[in-house]
Structures are given as structure tokens and as C-alpha cells.
T-cell receptor, first 113, second 112 residues
Framework: GQQLNQSPQSMFIQEGEDVSMNCTSS?????WLWYKQDPGEGPVLLIA?????ELTSNGRLTAQFGITRKDSFLNISASIPSDVGIYFCAGLLYLTGNTPLVFGKGTRLSVIA | GAGVSQSPRYKVAKRGQDVALRCDPI?????LFWYQQALGQGPEFLTYFQNEAQLDKSGLPSDRFFAERPEGSVSTLKIQRTQQEDSAVYLC??????????FGPGTRLTVL
């Protein structure tokens, strides 16, 4: 099925460092979502973006909806060990009703204390 | 309930066996989605309900896969004559709309 291009695939960083990951698509979306998934759990919604150019923060997380509507990035500042996990971007073309989310393959984040 | 719940959390089936996976969405959420997640991959869409109506089943990989939501709340994903390639985590999600899609913990299916 269709998937978004998410990069990097994995990251190893020191505790306290900032992290940046991004997601690109050949199709436009009108909603971008960022999820975090821990082992054995379902994805947990972190941030939702609805407008091209929108910049939204949730604590140490900041995400932006690209102007072209074909990309988004997620930044994590001052990483801590509990940030470890897999981060997924997901795009949604919401028209008159819900349409399925299209997911990236994920960025696996490892934090070295 | 407080979130989307799924049962069982783990299921081991012998090849050829039928399985049924249950999803209890967040109360009041009209939209319900099923996704399949292979190891190391992002979730992939299977099917979508709005209330009891199955509006999109384009992601179901074969006619062995069947989903229902007869009363517009609880949903069941059934897989008949399971094959090894069906081994994956099956995620259910629900939504009120506008992109706020919440996932359950998933059911990990292993077909031997």
C-alpha cells in the first residue's frame, strides 16, 4: 500500500540532544499526524496539524505542516530516555468524511544516557 | 471507556484455523478503522466503518478477511483459514473526525 517517505530510519542520540525527523509524500494531505509507538503498544497521538505552514508544539515536541502540504517535520528538544520508541508520521486527506491514514515506515529513536 | 481496547492481546493460531479479533472503540466515536502492522513497518489500512456501514474495505488483502460492526460500536475482524503471512499486529483505531484518530494496543497474531 501507499506509504510516506520518513527519514531517518533510525537515530542514536545522547540524552539532552535535540532530534529532528521528517516525512515527505508525493500526494498532498490536509492533515498531518505524528504518533509514537512503544514496543507491544499501539501508536499514541502526539501532534495533529491541519493547516499548511502551521507550527504546533506539545511540550518538548514541535511539528510543522509544510507549505506544499506534502511534507512535515517533528522536532524533539532536550531528549530524555523515555523518548525512546518509534515515531510515525501519518497523512490524511479529510474531505467530506474520514479517509484512511497513510503512514510512514517510522523513525526508531534510541537515547543514550 | 477511556481508550480503544482490543482483545485478545495475543493470539497464536495453527495454519488453517479461523480467528476473530475484537475492538471496542472509544464511546461515541462513529469512525472505526482496522490496520495491519508487519514487523518493522508502519500500519497499513485494512478497512473503515462509519457507524455500522463499512465504507471502505479496499485494504483487505484477501477474501479470507472479513470485518463487521453490526451495531455501530464493537467491531470484529475475522480471518478465515489463516496463513503464515497473516502474522502481524492488527490495530484498531477510532475517531470522531477531523483527524483525531486514536489507536488501541493491538492484537499480535502469530500463525504457526
Amino acid at each position: 500500500g501507499q506509504q510516506l517517505n520518513q527519514s531517518p530510519q533510525s537515530m542514536f542520540i545522547q540524552e539532552g540532544e535535540d532530534v529532528s525527523m521528517n516525512c515527505t509524500s508525493s500526494s498532498i494531505f490536509n492533515t498531518w499526524l505524528w504518533y509514537k509507538q512503544d514496543p507491544g503498544e499501539g501508536p499514541v497521538l502526539l501532534i495533529a496539524l491541519y493547516k499548511a505552514g502551521e507550527l504546533t508544539s506539545n511540550g518538548r515536541l514541535t511539528a510543522q505542516f509544510g507549505i506544499t502540504r506534502k511534507d512535515s517535520f517533528l522536532n524533539i528538544s532536550a531528549s530524555i530516555p523515555s523518548d525512546v520508541g518509534i515515531y510515525f508520521c501519518a497523512g490524511l486527506l479529510y474531505l467530506t468524511g474520514n479517509t484512511p491514514l497513510v503512514f510512514g515506515k517510522g523513525t526508531r529513536l534510541s537515547v543514550i544516557a | 471507556g477511556a481508550g480503544v481496547s482490543q482483545s485478545p492481546r495475543y493470539k497464536v493460531a495453527k495454519r488453517g484455523q479461523d480467528v476473530a479479533l475484537r475492538c471496542d472503540p472509544i464511546s461515541g466515536h462513529v469512525s472505526l478503522f482496522w490496520y495491519q502492522q508487519a514487523l518493522g513497518q508502519g500500519p497499513e489500512f485494512l478497512t473503515y466503518f462509519q457507524n455500522e456501514a463499512q465504507l471502505d474495505k479496499s485494504g483487505l488483502p484477501s477474501d479470507r478477511f472479513f470485518a463487521e460492526r453490526p451495531e455501530g460500536s464493537v467491531s470484529t475482524l475475522k480471518i478465515q483459514r489463516t496463513q503464515q503471512e497473516d502474522s502481524a499486529v492488527y490495530l484498531c483505531a477510532s475517531s470522531l473526525g477531523q483527524g483525531w484518530v486514536f489507536f488501541g494496543p493491538g492484537t499480535r497474531l502469530t500463525v504457526l
